[in-house]
T-cell receptor, first 111, second 114 residues
């Protein structure tokens, strides 16, 4: 079964540093998403992306965040200047006509 | 506003006993409904989903869920719980068209006692 692949699985970064989380969505899916789950809390929507532009974003997705589809296969989330409160599990997802699939997540730890 | 409510923060059941996890949703249109399971520190695994048709849906690991439109509910059930079912369970709702975001409930932590 097709999978959404996320790399790295774990990332530790220093506060103030930029970090890029990477995702390879399912190849025939057209919609891409990022979600965040702070430890012990529920999964929260960050942003959706379609046709090379953001289609919806939450209030969490402020100016420190950006998304990009740099080529035909990758979908990235960039956090420009990380803060301690950015520590969380970040999930990428993609969807097509009847499929909606989450990746296994990247655990980001900001120290 | 769109929302998902899981009234039980945690539930403890004995191994071999039946399980029902509750989920209520608020959504303006016909929803897509999902149940995910998450083990500690791990990703989300889809247990089952409801898009349309038969309101009783079967999923993996022996789980099933029933969509009740009149009650805005999508409760998850399993007739006999195994110790390996101990995990966090999330109910989620989305829109029936492409590009929808998924809205998650707060989750129910399941503990299984021997």
């Amino acid at each position: 079964e097709p999978e959404v692949t996320q790399t790295p699985s774990h990332q530790v970064t220093q506060m103030g540093q930029e970090v890029i989380l990477r995702c390879v969505p399912i190849s025939n899916h057209l919609y891409f998403y990022w979600y965040r789950q702070i430890l012990g809390q529920k999964v929260e929507f960050l942003v959706s992306f379609y046709n090379n532009e953001i289609s919806e974003k939450s209030e969490i997705f402020d100016d420190q965040f950006s998304v990009e589809r740099p080529d035909g296969s990758n979908f990235t989330l960039k956090i420009r200047s990380t803060k301690l409160e950015d520590s969380a599990m970040y999930f990428c997802a993609s969807s097509g006509a009847f499929g909606y699939t989450f990746g296994s997540g990247t655990r980001l730890t900001v120290v | 506003a769109q929302s998902v409510t899981q009234p039980d923060i945690h539930i403890t059941v004995s191994e071999g006993a039946s399980l029902e996890l509750r989920c209520n949703y608020s959504y303006g249109a016909t929803p897509y409904l999902f149940w995910y399971v998450q083990s500690p520190g791990q990703g989300l695994q889809l247990l089952l989903k409801y898009f349309s048709g038969d309101t009783l849906v079967q999923g993996i690991k022996g789980f099933e869920a029933e969509f009740k439109r009149s009650q805005s509910s999508f409760n998850l059930r399993k007739p006999s719980v195994h110790w390996s079912d101990a995990a966090e369970y999330f109910c989620a709702v989305g829109a029936p068209t492409g590009g929808f975001k998924t809205i998650f409930g707060a989750g129910t932590r399941l503990f299984v006692k021997a």
